[in-house]
């Protein structure tokens, strides 16, 4: 195979060369000259394009020298007449063509050219042309391999937002169901003996019970909400919303957020990756950015869905983003990518950090709206 062939012919290494040349003679210096050198080769003569192009389709050549002008057409009209994706060089092997011959040529992709007075450089010309493609190939092989591994990469990484997500979701049923169902029926029971209860001593227990009750509902429901945000449903504003003023609660950090348009409706996938962005956003500015104030921009302008976080805390360094164990940013540029976006993160030390999804909406249409 193409691949598999080293950068030089080694000496055992048989070269398949298809000559086309109309003059005899000329084959017979070309053939002499290679048969003074280290390579071994095994050289075809054709004359006419018909037989040039019968000669290709037949066996595969490592190789082709051309004459420029030929009887009724040129070499140009041979190299174009390939029909191969990954053609071998194909070298000029020609008298005087002139200046424009040549850059017509080179343009179309042509290797080398050599002068047939100039024999003596022809096996330097043709292992030169060898190693060039045997470097393209390997370019253009590892390019391929790269673009494969990224492309599963990307597939991984979806299927596993969508299994994460199906397993909260599921979770989040068993807690709703299980777990909601049996405290609010022990809520009731007590609701039930407080009504028939006179003692003080054991209403107080009864009181007591009841208010670790209801502080686990409250437990299980904010479990529930973080695990599967069914407050999506209102639309991604209204969930935005929702983790910002939780957040400013919790932490006592000023949080401000702002709209181009309070009911922008998207995709639910693009929806769920701009609030999975945000709730990690936040999370990592609760955790690292000691900050006093966050400000969250949403929009829809020109067609592309912006999220902005951004804090006035100490900002991140690059190394930071690099930590080996650190999987949310990353897991965000990944999750980003899933609906055909991207994640910028833009910091400097001291001056805050600010985390950017940007998703375009003009293909949005080929994501299920449920
Ligand atoms: N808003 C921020 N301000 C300052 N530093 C931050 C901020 N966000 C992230 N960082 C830094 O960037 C690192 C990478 O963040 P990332 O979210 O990827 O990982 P993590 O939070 O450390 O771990 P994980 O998210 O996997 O639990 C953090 O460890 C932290 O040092
Ligand atoms: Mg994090």
Redesign the pocket.
């Known amino acids: 195979m193409t691949f598999a062939q080293p950068a030089t012919p080694s000496p055992q290494q048989l070269l398949r060369i298809l000559h086309l040349e109309d003059s005899a003679i000329d084959h017979q210096l070309v053939c002499r000259a290679l048969a003074k050198g280290a390579l071994r080769c095994d050289i075809a003569r054709v004359e006419t394009l018909e037989a040039f192009t019968a000669a290709m389709a037949q066996e595969p050549f490592d190789l082709i020298l051309a004459d420029f002008r030929l009887p009724g057409f040129t070499a140009l009209d041979a190299w174009l007449s390939i029909k191969a994706d990954k053609p071998p060089p194909f070298i000029l092997l020609s008298g005087a063509i002139g200046e424009a011959a040549a850059v017509a040529a080179i343009h179309e992709g042509i290797s080398d050219y050599l002068h047939k007075d100039d024999l003596s450089r022809l096996e330097r010309v043709i292992e030169r042309a060898l190693e060039v493609r045997h470097a393209r190939l390997a370019k253009e092989r590892a390019d391929a391999e790269l673009a494969a591994s990224e492309r599963r990469l990307a597939e991984f990484a979806e299927h596993l937002q969508t299994t994460i997500e199906q397993e909260r979701a599921a979770i989040a049923r068993e807690i709703h169901d299980d777990i909601g169902g049996s405290l609010a029926a022990a809520n009731l029971g007590l609701a039930w003996l407080s009504r028939h209860e006179t003692n003080p001593a054991t209403l107080a227990q009864i009181q007591s019970a009841t208010d670790m009750l209801q502080h686990a509902i409250g437990a299980s429901q904010r479990i529930m909400r973080n695990l599967r945000p069914a407050i999506l449903d209102q639309g991604l504003f209204a969930a935005v919303q929702w983790l910002a003023s939780g957040f400013e609660k919790r932490t006592g950090i000023s949080t401000r957020l702002a709209t181009n348009n309070e009911h922008l409706s998207v995709a639910k996938p693009i929806e769920l990756t701009a609030y999975r962005t945000a709730q990690?956003?936040l999370?990592?500015?609760s955790?690292?950015?000691?900050?006093t104030l966050v400000q969250i921009d949403i929009s829809d302008a020109d067609d592309v869905l912006t999220l902005e976080?951004t804090?006035n805390?100490?900002?991140?360094?690059a190394e930071?983003?690099d930590?080996p164990?650190?999987?949310?940013?990353?897991?965000?540029r990944e999750r980003a990518k899933t609906v055909g976006g991207w994640l910028d993160?833009s910091?400097r030390a001291g001056a805050?950090?600010s985390?950017i999804l940007s998703v375009p909406l003009t293909h949005e249409r080929q994501f299920p709206t449920e």
Do not use: F, M, W
């Open positions: 990690e956003a999370t990592n500015v955790k690292y950015a000691a900050c976080v804090d805390g100490k900002g991140i360094g930071e983003l930590k164990s650190a999987y949310g940013i990353r897991g965000l993160v910091s805050g950090t985390i």
